[in-house]
Structure formats: structure tokens, C-alpha cells
């Protein structure tokens, strides 16, 4: 018998810091976790928590509001 077991979302960004760990967990990188921020007009800076789920959803949490966006 074979168990599906889902990934936790991790939290790529906590407090305006890249979480290098978690994000390879995620299979991304920095170079992606980049990108993903100049789309949503973000610094890494504004960013109180980031994180990516098993289907790669983002979850953004800025200082000023709160948004979710799928990629």
C-alpha cells in the first residue's frame, strides 16, 4: 500500500528574509522566488510572510495587506 503524503507549504520569506531551506523544499530558488516578487510589485523587505503549497500557490502577507495568487 502505497501513502500519498502531502507537502506542508513553506515559508519561503519570514520578516523580509529568504528562508533558503524551505524553498528548496519547495523546489525553487532564488532566482524564481525574484521573479515572483517583481510581478506582485513587492520587495522582499515588504514581505512579512511568504509561503508556497504542494501546487505551487502563493500566499503573500505584507506589512500594509494580505493577498493570495496562483502560479
Known amino acids: ?18 528562508q533558503d531551506e ?8 532564488r532566482g524564481w522566488l525574484h521573479k515572483e516578487l ?4 513587492v520587495t522582499k523587505e515588504n514581505v512579512i510572510l511568504k509561503q508556497v503549497d504542494k501546487h505551487g500557490e502563493l500566499t503573500v502577507d505584507l506589512y500594509d ?3 493570495r495568487i496562483c502560479v
Do not use: C, T, W
Open 1 to 18: 500500500m502505497k501513502l500519498n503524503i502531502e507537502k506542508p507549504a513553506q515559508s519561503v520569506i519570514m520578516d523580509g528574509v529568504i
Open 22 to 29: 524551505p524553498l528548496a523544499a519547495a523546489g525553487r530558488g
Open 38 to 41: 517583481v510581478k506582485l510589485g
Open 65 to 67: 495587506r494580505s493577498f
